[in-house]
């Protein structure tokens, strides 16, 4: 069985349905009855498609075809929840493409047209978004033992509910499905979540290197008082420190060279939160990025420099812990190199280009070889119900993916992995 464009259209109509939004969007965040909804109509379109469906631990959905016992697996995919109110693309075409992509190489392989090194697995990480549980890719995290599994599974989002009892509540139970050690290759495709291709007139992005980031977790500390009694000498008001250190974060950025710092403020939480009372404490996320170490590491200087003076000047006290900091991190340049070698094949335009978001491939990179690609975003759209790609970016992506999992069976990123699984076909042999 194979697929045409037409079906992945249709298929990508279908799966949007789930968690529609008013706005033309999804929001069907991490274990939402929405997300369970996606995922079950994503498991039967894998068994109408010939693959096993098979559930790990913390909810990460696969899909998977053998070819010979023991054998490694290419693996393909990437995450079908969403961020409330959000788009219908992020993370969903990447595994829509995926699941796609890996039909066809399956296809190929029954036809004879290729002589496989690998067996092929599509997934669907859990909650790569990290919206409604802290942190994001905590799906892949888990699977590449960056985070502990008990860990992931006692998270609670907002209202107290767990990981375990969200799962619970309508994934099935786990399965036997592949481990770490199980995967030779990974190949993702995503949205761009930019406008670097679309203002380029460019095709195809082929992802390189992530942007360095450091992220915080900062809690201000006041003192609760009356918002009206109170005298204004004597307020220890933490949302207005915390508003001070929002306007610093943001005015950081006119400090450096336009895109060299990009930096963001989300998700506060003000105690107690009443509309007579002078805010006793607010956390909040704070984030900084850039292209450049360097300047990621002087950001982050004029930073504490500058909550300093905040907590002078509001009379809180400010604690910034930095929660998760990485450099700028390459990608394999083989599989730069044979994604590049794809889009020339099918002659698609392509450049080398940077990832500013992160993607669960990131995780997976640091564990086996993989292939990352963009596809174009309408104005550089994301995490909005108006993020769009169209139609023709979007079957490109998909056939390019196709010729990068073929690829990747076929063995053409050659090392141990390779070696390994001509011992294991030799010895069914």
């Known amino acids: 069985m194979t697929t045409t464009d037409a079906e992945f259209l249709s298929d990508f109509e279908i799966m949007s349905t789930?968690?529609?939004?008013?706005?033309?969007?999804?929001?069907?965040?991490?274990?939402?009855?929405?997300?369970?909804?996606?995922?079950?109509?994503?498991?039967?379109?894998?068994?109408?498609?010939?693959?096993?469906?098979?559930?790990?631990?913390?909810?990460?959905?696969?899909?998977?075809?053998?070819?010979?016992?023991?054998?490694?697996?290419?693996?393909?995919?990437?995450?079908?929840?969403?961020?409330p109110l959000a788009g219908r693309y992020d993370g969903a075409y990447g595994v829509l493409a995926g699941a796609h992509a890996a039909v066809r190489a399956i296809a190929a392989v029954d036809e004879g047209e290729i002589e496989p090194r690998f067996n092929v697995a599509v997934v669907n990480w859990f909650?790569?978004?990290?919206?409604?549980?802290?942190?994001?890719?905590?799906?892949?995290?888990?699977?590449?033992?960056?985070?502990?599994?008990?860990?992931?599974?006692?998270?609670?989002?907002p209202a107290g509910v767990s990981v375990a009892e969200a799962l619970a509540d309508g994934h099935g139970a786990p399965t036997d499905a592949p481990a770490l050690d199980d995967i030779a290759r990974y190949a993702?495709?995503?949205?761009?979540?930019?406008?670097?291709?679309?203002?380029?007139?460019?095709?195809?992005?082929?992802?390189?290197?992530?942007?360095?980031?450091?992220?915080?977790?900062?809690?201000?500390?006041?003192?609760?008082?009356?918002?009206?009694?109170?005298?204004?000498?004597?307020?220890?008001?933490?949302?207005y420190g915390a508003s001070l250190i929002i306007?610093?974060?943001?005015?950081?950025?006119?400090?450096?060279?336009?895109?060299?710092?990009?930096s963001s403020v989300s998700e506060l939480y003000v105690l107690p939160n009443s509309p007579v009372t002078i805010a006793r404490e607010v956390v909040m996320n704070l984030d900084l990025r850039s292209p450049s170490e360097g300047v990621l590491e002087r950001a982050m200087e004029k930073l504490a420099d500058r909550i300093r003076l905040v907590e002078g000047r509001s009379r809180t006290r400010v604690e910034a812990a930095l929660t998760h900091r990485w450099g700028l991190v390459?990608?394999?340049?083989?599989?730069?190199?044979?994604?590049?070698?794809?889009?020339?094949?099918?002659?698609?335009?392509?450049?080398?280009?940077?990832?500013?978001?992160?993607?669960?491939?990131?995780?997976?990179?640091?564990?086996v070889p993989t292939v990352m690609l963009f596809v174009p975003s309408v104005d550089g759209v994301s995490h909005n119900e108006a993020e769009f790609t169209r139609d023709d970016d979007a079957v490109r992506g998909v056939a390019l993916l196709t010729d990068v999992v073929r690829r990747l069976l076929a063995g053409e990123l050659a090392d141990e992995a390779v070696a390994r699984a001509d011992t294991l076909v030799a010895a069914e042999a």
């Not at 999804?26 to 098979?54: M, N, P, Y």
């Not at 699977?143 to 609670?156: E, N, V, Y």
């Open 330 to 367: 390459a990608y394999q340049p083989e599989g730069v190199r044979l994604a590049r070698e794809s889009a020339e094949s099918l002659g698609l335009s392509h450049v080398d280009i940077m990832t500013v978001a992160g993607h669960d491939s990131t995780n997976l990179k640091d564990e």
């Open 247 to 262: 306007a610093a974060a943001r005015d950081l950025t006119d400090e450096f060279a336009v895109g060299e710092l990009h």
């Open 188 to 239: 993702e495709i995503h949205i761009e979540q930019g406008r670097v291709l679309e203002e380029t007139s460019v095709q195809i992005g082929l992802v390189d290197r992530t942007w360095a980031a450091s992220k915080y977790r900062v809690t201000v500390h006041g003192e609760q008082s009356h918002t009206g009694s109170t005298r204004m000498a004597d307020r220890q008001d933490a949302l």
């Open 127 to 157: 909650n790569e978004e990290g919206s409604r549980f802290t942190p994001s890719m905590m799906g892949s995290s888990v699977f590449t033992g960056k985070l502990d599994p008990a860990t992931a599974l006692a998270t609670t989002d």
């Open 18 to 83: 789930h968690g529609a939004t008013d706005g033309g969007g999804v929001d069907r965040q991490a274990g939402t009855a929405a997300d369970h909804a996606t995922r079950a109509w994503f498991g039967g379109w894998l068994r109408e498609h010939g693959l096993r469906e098979s559930i790990d631990e913390v909810g990460n959905q696969f899909g998977t075809r053998e070819f010979a016992p023991g054998l490694p697996y290419v693996l393909v995919g990437s995450h079908l929840d969403s961020q």
